[in-house]
C-alpha cells in the first residue's frame, strides 16, 4: 500500500482476516488492514467505525457481509470514503431493503456471480442502483464466493493502494 493510501477488506459473515480473500489482498498489499469483525451487524460497524475513526480517503473493500457493512458505513461518512469495491455484497438485508439510506456519490466498483444462490443477482441490481450514483455493476459467471473471478480482478489498478 503506498504511503498515505488507506485501504481496509471487510470480510463476511462467517470469514475473517485469514480467509483466502483477506489473505490474498494482504499478499498484494502488505499494508492493508484485515481487521477480524464479530457479532451482530450493530457490534461489527462499532468496530468499523473505531477503526477509520475520523480518517478520510478510505477505500473499502467489501466481501458479502463485508459489502453490506461498507455501504452503511460509505452512506453514514460519505466524505471519509474515495472509491469501494463490493464482491457479492448483502444489499437484501431486511433493514437496508426496508429503509434504504440516500444515494451516494462515491466510485462503486461491484461484481455479483449470475450464479450466486445466497444474495441473487436480481435482488442486488435495484437496491446498488438505488444507492449507489457511481455504479460501475460487473456480472460475472461466478457463484457467491467469487474466487473464480476474485483472482482475475486487476487488483493493482482497481485499488491503487
Known amino acids: 500500500m503506498k504511503a498515505g493510501k488507506r485501504c481496509l477488506f471487510l470480510h463476511g459473515l ?23 469483525f464479530q457479532g ?8 468499523l467505525c473505531r477503526i477509520i475513526g475520523r480518517k478520510r480517503d478510505w477505500t473499502l473493500i467489501g466481501s458479502s457481509f463485508g459489502g453490506l457493512m461498507a455501504t452503511y458505513f460509505a452512506c453514514w461518512h460519505p466524505k471519509q470514503v ?3 469495491i463490493l464482491l457479492a455484497p448483502a444489499l437484501i438485508w431486511p433493514d437496508l431493503v426496508a429503509s434504504p439510506p440516500p444515494p451516494i456519490d462515491i466510485p462503486v ?31 460475472v459467471e461466478d457463484d457467491h464466493s467469487l474466487l473464480k473471478t476474485f483472482y482475475e480482478i486487476d487488483w493493482q489498478s482497481l485499488l491503487d493502494c
Request: hydrophobic share 35%.
Open 109 to 139: 466498483v461491484l461484481y455479483h456471480g449470475r450464479l450466486d444462490t445466497l444474495i441473487p443477482l436480481e435482488q442486488v441490481k435495484p437496491i446498488a442502483r438505488q444507492i449507489f450514483r457511481h455504479l460501475d455493476f460487473h456480472v
Open 40 to 47: 451482530s451487524l450493530e457490534e461489527r460497524m462499532a468496530q
Open 82 to 84: 474515495k472509491k469501494m
Open 14 to 36: 462467517d470469514s475473517s482476516s485469514q480467509g483466502t480473500k483477506a489473505r490474498h489482498l494482504r499478499q498484494l498489499f502488505p499494508q492493508i488492514l484485515t481487521p477480524d
